[in-house]
Every structure is written in C-alpha cells, then in structure tokens.
C-alpha cells in the first residue's frame, strides 16, 4: 500500500477572509498521517474545537503532492546538494 501523508495544522488569521496567520511561532502543528482519512478526522476534530473563533482555521497539506522522487530534480535541487 502507498503511503500518502499529510500535514495538519492550524491558526489563528490576521483576516477570516485571507490565509495569513497572525503570529507563525504560535501555529498548531496537529500531527501528520498517514492517509487522508484519518488527517481529515484530525482536521474536523481541531476545527470543531475551535469553532467559536472565526479568525482560527485548520488546513491539511497533502505532503505526498510535494515530491515526486521519480522525477528528474530541478536545477534549482541540484545546487542543495
């Protein structure tokens, strides 16, 4: 079976209206999972506990989107290493 993480975490916005945080330091890093499902179940959890202040939002990050290790790296990899 592949494993495709993800990332939840969440904030405190400066405007309920954009996706900029108020203060980075203080974002919740709620956890990382192994598929969807459960990082979804982690997400409406968090969500539903702050569901009182309309400047906080979660978010879950598909972190199997970020890297393909079957592509070629750019030039731009290429200079990290």
Request: no cysteine; proline share 2%.
């Amino acid at each position: 079976m592949t494993q495709r993480l993800h990332l939840v975490f969440g904030g405190e916005l400066i405007d309920p209206s954009k996706n900029a945080f108020k203060d980075v330091d203080a974002i919740d890093i709620v956890g990382m999972f192994p598929d969807y499902e459960t990082a979804y179940n982690a997400w409406k959890a968090a969500a539903q506990r702050t569901v009182d202040n309309a400047h906080m939002r979660y978010y879950i990050a598909h972190i199997h989107r970020l890297r393909d290790e079957e592509a070629a790296a750019s030039a731009t990899e290429e200079l990290g290493n």
